[in-house]
């Protein structure tokens, strides 16, 4: 890789003019036109890349984003990582990636993170922030969350509006007949917050979860699935169960779909079945699922713009779209 050394040679003026061209300080100098646009021209003819490592030590801007990844298990999140990776490349910067376990904060992969002095942090996922550093959430930084809503201002929040969400998933059940509701879910943020929302707005329209069959299991994800199929199954007496279940993740419905399936029952047939995220294995499954589908790609791409200084910074909620498709069906008559 060329060094600004090489640079000043093949550009016949000194290393500090190269230094101040790069740095972006050429016009404080009074250096040339000519000579910045020419040490430019060089530098991009030998693929220049500068140190960040100066840039730290000398209080610049690192063109570095720090990005907080709830899961890399969970489809959804690395459709967002991917957008986000293809933005920063696109406006000159770069991303560092560390993960959460369990969505807990962790204070030394973080304090690690902090250490290259990104200009601001991504948190790919709906976190409980109340339970996170506060040293971390009170300093002078942009942080901005793609994920759920969130009370903090500190915390600029890119996210789908969960309570439309829970809305056109109820209205979609109750069109088909359905009086009767189950969910089934896991023990992280999102899956409560999901399943809150559901119970509002199944009380909007004058129903409600039977106690029994409202499940957030300790397991997660697909382990959450297969453990809620179990629960529900326990229960022998099926003339009880509700007409329509909904999972509070695409990988959850899956799982619990394989899981009743294993013992006998078969979506919609016997029940109908519904979800959140629209993962691509969503309408590849059999049957395909009804599904909650959230613009991940845009949500990264607002979240970067605002870090490039292309958007406003705030808060933004987009509007979700119910994908109907196989696993929901008219509800039984009883």
């Known amino acids: 890789m060329?060094?600004?050394?090489?640079?000043?040679r093949l550009a016949n003026v000194s290393q500090s003019v190269v230094s101040r061209i790069l740095g972006g300080r050429a016009k404080e100098f009074g250096i040339a036109d000519e000579t910045i646009a020419r040490v430019r021209q060089i530098a991009d003819a030998v693929n220049y890349q500068p140190n960040q490592a100066a840039h730290m030590?000398?209080?610049r801007k690192t063109k570095l984003i720090g990005v907080i990844i709830r899961s890399?298990?969970?489809?959804?999140?690395?459709?967002v990582l991917d957008e986000l990776n293809r933005r920063a490349l696109q406006a000159g910067y770069a991303l560092l990636v560390v993960g959460l376990e369990h969505g807990e904060f962790n204070a030394t992969e973080i304090r690690l993170l902090e250490s290259y002095r990104p200009e601001a942090f991504v948190v790919v996922g709906s976190v409980d922030f109340s339970r996170w550093d506060e040293s971390f959430l009170r300093r002078e930084r942009t942080i901005i969350q793609i994920g759920s809503p969130v009370a903090d201002p500190r915390v600029i929040t890119c996210g789908t509006d969960e309570a439309a969400a829970a809305r056109l998933i109820v209205q979609h059940l109750a069109a088909l007949g359905h009086r009767s509701f189950g969910i089934v879910g896991d023990a992280t943020t999102p899956s409560r917050l999901r399943a809150n929302a559901l119970k509002d707005a199944l009380r909007e329209r004058g129903?409600?979860?039977?106690?029994p069959y409202a499940?957030?299991?300790e397991a997660l994800a697909t382990a959450a699935g297969a453990d809620g199929a179990k629960y529900f199954l326990h229960d022998a007496d099926r003339a009880h169960w509700p007409t329509a279940i909904v999972?509070?993740?695409?990988?959850?419905?899956?799982s619990f779909l394989r899981g009743i399936g294993d013992a006998g029952l078969e979506v919609p047939r016997d029940l109908s079945l519904a979800s959140y995220n629209d993962i691509e294995l969503a309408a590849l499954s059999r049957p395909s699922l009804t599904t909650i589908h959230q613009p991940v790609r845009r949500l990264a791409a607002t979240a970067m713009e605002m870090i490039t200084a292309t958007g406003e910074r705030a808060s933004i909620l987009l509007p979700p779209e119910l994908r109907v498709r196989e696993s929901t069906a008219a509800a039984i008559a009883g």
Do not use: C, H, R
């Open 72 to 79: 890399f298990e969970d489809p959804f999140l690395a459709a």
């Open 215 to 217: 499940y957030l299991s």
């Open 2 to 8: 060329a060094s600004q050394m090489e640079i000043a």
């Open 247 to 254: 999972a509070t993740g695409d990988l959850i419905a899956l």
């Open 207 to 211: 129903f409600s979860v039977a106690l």
């Open 57 to 59: 030590l000398l209080g």
